[in-house]
């Protein structure tokens, strides 16, 4: 993970070897830190997700695991928020400016992208990518459980507008934060800043993020309702090869 973490940093910003070796003697510290106390709150959380799903899941119980996977994966933001923000405060006025064009020009690309599709467009691309996201957790979709994708489909579509304000959002605020990336406070902003991110957090538009996740969780109830034997037990085969995959990174040495 080390390498691939440093090998995607550098379409961001350009690191000297200094900086380079620094960057990954922390992250290697964070990495042990996240396999031995963040890691195994996904296992158990799997594993009590794998215990319920013995019977289909209620609206409030889809709605507890999102939070409950959201909170555990701030957590493990926490960990890592420690060696990007000694990364980032080693950089010169030139590298942070580097940093900021390239996540910028990322994100307006993604928006560029999406604002040249017709609604069609858009519609046929995010209900191919749902049905595909699903097929790859319950192996088959039946008409009626496409249906139900479909109308998930449409409320993303619907809130695009809200999504790339929330990317613009975090863009502005990151900007505002590398100004201030000496002060002592850096390292805790930028692990709430990153944590709103992941998390799905924006309090100028969380009123419509809401809307959009109760909506969402309506979805995955009635999907999971839906659900044969067959596709209950390839969830499950999924869900084991996750937390055989976790125990291993664990138990890493």
């Avoid at 799997?46 to 909170?71: C, H, M, V, W």
């Avoid at 940093?99 to 307006?108: D, G, S, V």
């Avoid at 040249?116 to 319950?138: F, N, Y």
């Avoid at 309090?203 to 044969?228: E, G, K, M, W």
Wanted: glycine share 2%; net charge positive; proline share 3%.
């Amino acid at each position: 993970m080390n390498f691939w973490v440093t090998y995607y940093l550098a379409d961001y910003v350009s690191l000297n070897s200094t900086q380079e070796r620094a960057f990954e003697r922390n992250l290697d510290i964070a990495l042990v830190i996240h396999r031995t106390k963040e890691l195994p709150k996904f296992h158990r959380l799997i594993d009590e997700l794998q215990a319920d799903l013995a019977k289909p899941l209620s609206f409030n119980q889809i709605r507890g695991y999102y939070l409950k996977f959201t909170e555990a994966g701030k957590e493990s933001t926490s960990v890592f928020s420690k060696p990007f923000a000694a990364m980032i405060q080693s950089l010169s006025a030139s590298q942070i400016n580097e940093l900021n064009q390239n996540i910028e020009k990322k994100i307006e690309q993604v928006i560029a992208k999406r604002k040249r599709l017709s609604p069609k467009e858009k519609m046929v691309i995010r209900r191919d990518k749902l049905q595909d996201a699903a097929r790859g957790w319950i192996g088959s979709l039946s008409n009626k459980q496409k249906a139900i994708l479909l109308e998930l489909t449409e409320y993303q579509v619907e809130m695009e507008p809200i999504f790339f304000s929330i990317w613009r959002d975090f863009l502005r605020d990151w900007q505002e934060l590398m100004k201030n990336r000496n002060k002592p406070d850096f390292e805790p902003k930028l692990n709430v800043l990153l944590q709103q991110l992941i998390a799905f957090e924006n309090a100028r538009v969380q009123p419509d993020i809401n809307v959009y996740l109760a909506r969402r969780f309506d979805v995955l109830r009635r999907l999971n309702h839906t659900l044969s034997g067959k596709q209950t037990r390839y969830l499950n085969r999924k869900l084991v090869d996750m937390r055989k995959d976790i125990a291993m990174l664990i138990n890493e040495k």
